[in-house]
């Protein structure tokens, strides 16, 4: 089974500080992309990337930097956090044009 | 535009009864795939059928089906016999061939299937 492993369920940080969230898969996918999730507005894409290295911007990246070192690993950096990114984050990793598979989420509170 | 909408943002339904979820997408690309995901309270998004925009026939998958119906732009998802682990919200979700691999969500409905 395809595992993408969100580094944690839960986060609580302060406004101006750097986030880090991590995720990691293990099927060899080539891309992989971070989403947040809020009431109403349903799933919405902030960064992905189709290869190493590579990355791409969303509908949402403002606010938001990405890095891929490695072909496993993704992470979303939240550069000095603010209330208003309180909010669930997805992360997901497909082969191409492969349905997507997504971690279990962290829910992020920035105070 | 909304790509990908959603009209029912809440559906209350009885245990052992078929649901059909609604969902209408907006495309000019010819090639695209209509994907659905079921969200539980934990938080994950779990992957349940795909269509393909060439595909001849209605996807299948267990007890959950998508009836395509292309000319009307539609991808409603039909659970057959619903249980009570059938409660959570659902995505319908859109990728275009001319937009690499991005995928488009709608909005979502919350179905909660009744004892």
């Known amino acids: 089974d395809v595992k993408v492993t969100q580094s944690s369920r839960y986060l609580v940080k302060r406004t101006g500080e750097k986030v880090f969230l991590e995720c990691v898969q293990d099927?060899?996918?080539?891309?992989m992309f971070w989403y947040r999730q809020d009431p109403g507005l349903g799933l919405r894409l902030i960064y992905f990337?189709?290869?190493?290295?590579?990355?791409e911007k969303g509908d949402i990246p403002e606010g938001y930097s990405v890095s891929r070192e490695k072909k496993e690993r993704f992470s979303l950096i939240l550069e000095s956090a603010s209330t208003n990114q309180t909010s669930m984050y997805l992360c997901?990793?497909?082969?191409?044009?492969?349905?997507?598979?997504f971690g279990d989420g962290t829910r992020l509170s920035i105070l | 535009a909304q790509k990908i909408t959603q009209t029912q943002p809440g559906m209350f339904v009885q245990e052992k009864e078929a649901v059909t979820l609604d969902c209408t997408y907006d495309?000019?690309?010819?090639?695209?795939?209509l994907f659905w995901y079921k969200q539980p309270s934990s938080g994950e998004m779990i992957f349940l059928i795909y269509?393909?925009?060439?595909?001849?026939q209605n996807a299948t998958e267990g007890r959950y089906s998508l009836n395509f119906q292309k000319a009307r732009k539609s991808a409603n998802l039909v659970i057959s016999a619903s249980q009570l682990g059938d409660s959570a919200m659902y995505f319908c979700?859109?990728?275009?061939?001319?937009?690499?691999?991005?995928?488009?969500f709608g909005k979502g409905t919350r179905l909660h299937i009744l004892p």
């Open positions: 979700a859109m990728r275009e061939a001319n937009r690499d691999d991005k995928i488009i």
């Open positions: 990337s189709y290869d190493v290295k590579m990355k």
């Open positions: 495309t000019s690309d010819p090639s695209y795939g």
């Open positions: 099927m060899d996918h080539e891309n």
């Open positions: 997901a990793s497909s082969f191409v044009i492969q349905p997507q598979h």
């Open positions: 269509q393909g925009s060439y595909d001849q």
